[in-house]
């Protein structure tokens, strides 16, 4: 028995390699967005066990939706990929192209036991190259072909090592082939038909039967003429475990699987609910069409569901005699490998049984499954097609005439394949090449029409992407997900009014519900979408709350654990103020998925609402559990922790804000957040270099601005520097009140610059006539500029605009106390034309100072921190009396005054989320 060289080895791999380098620039189309992309089993965050919990694409096996397809070690290599590059595609290509020669390699060994040095590396060469392989090698999901065939192979050759030299059974081969099986079968199910070829080579090559003698032995044994041979006897035990540990494997499986399978429409496959003889008669036919995809891979197709192949009605419709032409040369090649005891035999049978057995789970003749065609399921009965091509091109090279010839043939061949696989992977380089390479095979296949127009969606080109999804509805005008798709496209374009009426069509087109039949097992889950697309829809009309409630309730009342319907049913109750059944929609919702971070935050949401803050932090925490990088919940909880006043809580506040920039860098409320927690500790130099980092990424970010501004503001020697920040932020926002404000006031108190100041506060009346803080405020510019009659006049008209602001009457009667001083003195009332700004200062009574010192304070008596949305002014606080206040009393009322402001902002930020 010869071995595989390395020379052989390598020859295959640099192949493989050749053929396939291209496919490493491919990206996710196709399935793999489900199996990579959108699969959360992939992540390190979910547990390991996970993966066998969950099927293939990350639905828990308990899920009447799930696919039923229990592939836990292939989904570990793809965590493994994950590990290593996370979502580039190109490690995930280049583990599948390395797979694909282990598998060659294996091959060639597997055809080492029944065919010589040469032919043996024919078969491996043309399995190497064959284009039907693309599928299974480009398209990433296909790496549950390639693991299971390394599997399958390395059990066939473990078995084939289970009889010694003198013909004893040895244990420990036999008892490795049933752990590869078992390996084979986690990576894709139809890795436990290895047994049955285990089975044929023990029989027909191991043990050198063919079906006559076969036959004649059991016969004669059965009727007590002779007793079985020990070589008969040893067989029969071998086959007897290899039975018994395959159908300990199927019994696991089904319970894994919890005796259910998987829910197929007429759309995925539509003979498997066809009455009969069309079911029949097309399920057979299917046989010569996958058979010629292995002769004649010129025309190859990623999808081969809905109207690909038209049902074959009649025992009159001329395919019928595809499906004969096959059964017959079937049956001429089986009987010639039963029949015989020469090597040719043999080699034919062995290449039967890689064709048939392997097939057989995907061939509908048993149980229908969820495609027509699926040429990665012909990865495996490829090895047989090849073995029998290897086969002839070695009997056609034995002719003296034919062996130049021969060769020439099987070198062309192998040429074509090469270059067609290579040009083949080209179109899995994004699903609008893949889908639109197909519709160039096959136009009558409404899915395909739907694929181009989801790559052209993705691509944001709504208007193309319509018209392939309108021409989806004419191919198959009964199918539902393409009236959707036409739908959201609408909606994309902002066109309610035909989005609308396209998923009234699709509704339209759902089964009605049978009485006392299951109405889930006759619908595709995703179908019912359109009750939550429709609802979705509609409920931007604040008149059709109602009636989108009714379209979730009923999506509810056909599908009990539709989780989405919960999720959308508990945003629209939240919507319209109904806290408690929102909540009671979401606490459904967890009974059927209590593992989704979303859905606790989102009941978070709903404590919010309520009132009710430790329960929503609960909620919040216990998604944080579950994803501890979601981005919202980091956030949110974040935010609730700083609304909440307590110190305990900052810190972990500042960590989750950290958190979450590190999830969103580019956000600047982040920043701006921790820019106010640390504010609130009194860490003025983190609070200055976060809120500058907000303002870098978001320029005029206006409340980042302001606090920025108020942070120089309160530092003693730093108030000038607040100027250049108010300045931006009044280029931005030229109406934001508490920054004028807090302008005026460093320009009067600061600068002296009366007249700046003055035309701030002028600002604000002009906005708003009303504003009682911006108008006592120039009263106090009044006083600045010594026109006393005018500052009483503004101070009366302030007083009766806020009758019940005690400080605006104390300043009036200040005012009106100097006034009679200096008229009593003799002294003008107003400040002469031309006298400049200060004379005469000197001059003025202890009092008087000291009332212009109050006054100046109260121009930003009331400025508080600004939380993300514009906050509504706070309480001016009441204002010292005139007599003169010590340094330590001052400190005293500006400390308190801090803690106000402090107080302001955050209940401004409870109030405002903006």
Same mark, same amino acid.
């Given at each position: 028995m010869a071995v595989v060289s390395w020379k052989e080895m390598l020859l295959l791999t640099g192949l493989v390699v050749a053929c396939y380098w291209n496919s490493v620039a491919c990206g996710f189309v196709f399935d793999d967005v489900s199996a990579i992309l959108d699969n959360k089993d992939l992540r390190p965050s979910t547990p390991l066990r996970s993966l066998f919990l969950n099927d293939f694409w990350g639905t828990p096996m308990s899920e009447e939706r799930s696919h039923k397809s229990y592939r836990p070690l292939t989904v570990l290599t793809f965590r493994l990929n994950y590990v290593f590059s996370e979502l580039s595609a190109a490690s995930y290509h280049l583990l599948n192209v390395l797979l694909h020669a282990a598998v060659c390699v294996l091959f060639l060994r597997v055809c080492r036991l029944f065919l010589d040095r040469t032919t043996s590396l024919v078969a491996a060469l043309l399995f190497a190259v064959h284009p039907i392989h693309t599928e299974a090698v480009t398209g990433v999901v296909g790496r549950a072909e390639l693991l299971s065939s390394i599997f399958l192979l390395a059990a066939f050759l473990a078995y084939t090592k289970s009889t010694s030299a003198d013909h004893s059974i040895v244990w420990?081969?036999?008892?490795?082939?049933?752990?590869?099986?078992?390996?084979?079968?986690l990576c894709k199910e139809q890795g436990v038909t290895v047994i049955g070829i285990c089975c044929v080579h023990e029989v027909f090559v191991a043990q050198g039967f063919?079906?006559?003698?076969?036959?004649?032995?059991?016969?004669?044994?059965?009727?007590?003429?002779?007793?079985?041979?020990y070589a008969v006897l040893q067989t029969l035990l071998k086959l007897i475990v290899l039975i018994i540990s395959t159908l300990l494997l199927v019994i696991v499986r089904v319970q894994v699987i919890q005796s259910q399978l998987p829910v197929f429409t007429r759309f995925d496959n539509p003979a498997a609910v066809s009455p009969a003889p069309a079911r029949q008669l097309t399920f057979n036919y299917l046989l010569p069409v996958?058979?010629?995809?292995?002769?004649?891979?010129?025309?190859?197709?990623?999808?081969?569901?809905?109207g690909t192949i038209p049902l074959v009605e009649s025992a009159l419709d001329p395919r019928n005699l595809a499906t004969l032409a096959f059964y017959g040369a079937l049956g001429l090649l089986a009987a010639h490998g039963l029949r015989h005891r020469h090597a040719s035999a043999r080699t034919v049978l062995m290449a039967l049984s890689l064709i048939v057995l392997p097939f057989v789970p995907a061939s509908n003749l048993f149980f229908p499954v969820g495609f027509v065609v699926a040429e990665r399921v012909l990865y495996v009965p490829s090895m047989g097609f090849c073995v029998l091509v290897a086969h002839g091109f070695k009997m056609v090279s034995q002719r003296g005439r034919l062996k130049k010839m021969s060769w020439v043939v099987i070198g062309m061949l192998l040429a074509t394949h090469a270059v067609k696989t290579f040009r083949r992977n080209w179109d899995w380089e994004s699903e609008y090449t893949l889908f639109t390479s197909a519709l160039k095979v096959n136009k009558n296949n409404a899915k395909l029409w739907n694929n181009v127009g989801h790559a052209l969606e993705n691509q944001n080109d709504y208007l193309k992407a319509l018209q392939y999804f309108l021409q989806a509805t004419r191919v198959q005008p009964d199918d539902i997900g393409a009236h959707m798709n036409v739908g959201r496209t609408y909606k994309n374009l902002n066109k309610s009014r035909e989005a609308e009426d396209a998923y009234l069509v699709a509704k339209s087109l759902m089964p009605q519900i049978i009485p006392g039949k299951k109405y889930a097992t006759r619908v595709a889950p995703n179908h019912l979408n359109v009750y939550i697309n429709l609802a979705n829809l509609i409920r931007a009309n604040e008149s059709r709350l109602e009636e989108a409630d009714q379209l979730y309730?009923?999506?509810?009342?056909?599908?009990?654990?539709?989780?989405?319907?919960?999720?959308?049913?508990?945003?629209?109750?939240? @919507?319209?103020?109904?806290? =408690?059944?929102a909540r009671d929609a979401y606490l459904r919702a967890l009974e059927l998925d209590g593992t989704n971070a979303d859905l606790w935050y989102n009941l978070a949401i709903v404590n919010i609402e309520m009132k009710d803050p430790p329960g929503a932090l609960r909620h919040f925490n216990r998604a944080l559990e579950l994803n501890p990088r979601h981005k919202l919940a980091l956030f949110n909880s974040a935010l609730l922790m700083q609304e909440s006043g307590e110190q305990k809580f900052w810190p972990e506040a500042n960590r989750r804000f950290l958190s979450y920039v590190e999830e969103e860098p580019k956000d600047a409320n982040g920043y701006f957040n921790l820019g106010m927690l640390a504010m609130d500790a009194g860490e003025s130099a983190a609070a200055e270099r976060w809120m500058r980092r907000a303002v870098g990424l978001q320029a005029g970010f206006r409340s980042a601005l302001f606090n920025l501004a108020l942070l120089y503001s309160q530092q003693a020697g730093r108030e000038e520097e607040a100027l250049p920040a108010?300045?931006?932020?009044?280029?931005?926002?030229?109406?934001?009140?508490?920054?004028?404000?807090?302008?005026?006031?460093?320009?009067?108190?600061?600068? @002296?610059?009366?007249?700046?100041? @003055?035309?701030?506060f002028l600002r604000i009346l002009r906005a708003d006539p009303g504003n009682v803080q911006g108008k006592h405020n120039l009263c106090v510019v009044y006083f600045e500029e010594r026109d006393l009659p005018r500052a009483a006049a503004c101070l009366e008209e302030t007083l009766a605009m806020a009758p019940g602001e005690e400080y605006v009457r104390r300043h009036l009667s200040i005012v009106r106390g100097k006034m009679a001083a200096m008229s009593a003195a003799g002294r003008p009332l107003a400040p002469e034309v031309g006298v400049a700004?200060?004379?005469? $200062?000197?001059?003025?009574? $202890?009092?008087?100072?000291?009332?212009?010192?109050?006054?100046?304070? =109260?121009?930003?008596?009331?400025?508080?921190?600004?939380?993300?949305?514009?906050?509504?002014?706070?309480?001016?606080?009441?204002?010292?009396p005139p007599a003169a206040k010590s340094t330590e009393e001052i400190k005293d009322i500006e400390n308190k005054r801090a803690a106000a402001l402090r107080r302001l902002e955050e209940i401004e930020r409870i109030l405002s989320g903006d």
């Open positions: 420990a081969p036999i008892a490795l082939t049933v752990v590869l099986v078992a390996a084979a079968t063919t079906l006559p003698a076969l036959l004649t032995t059991l016969l004669r044994a059965l009727r007590g003429k002779d007793g079985f041979p996958n058979a010629w995809l292995l002769l004649n891979p010129s025309e190859l197709c990623c999808d081969w569901t809905m309730r009923q999506a509810i009342s056909m599908r009990p654990d539709f989780k989405q319907a919960y999720i959308s049913r508990g945003e629209l109750l939240l @919507k319209m103020n109904k806290l =408690s059944e108010l300045d931006e932020l009044l280029r931005h926002h030229p109406r934001h009140v508490k920054g004028l404000i807090l302008k005026g006031d460093l320009l009067m108190n600061h600068r @002296k610059d009366t007249r700046g100041a @003055k035309a701030c700004e200060g004379e005469g $200062e000197a001059e003025e009574e $202890e009092e008087g100072r000291d009332a212009e010192k109050n006054a100046r304070k =109260s121009s930003a008596e009331s400025l508080g921190g600004e939380s993300q949305s514009e906050a509504p002014v706070g309480r001016h606080a009441d204002e010292p």
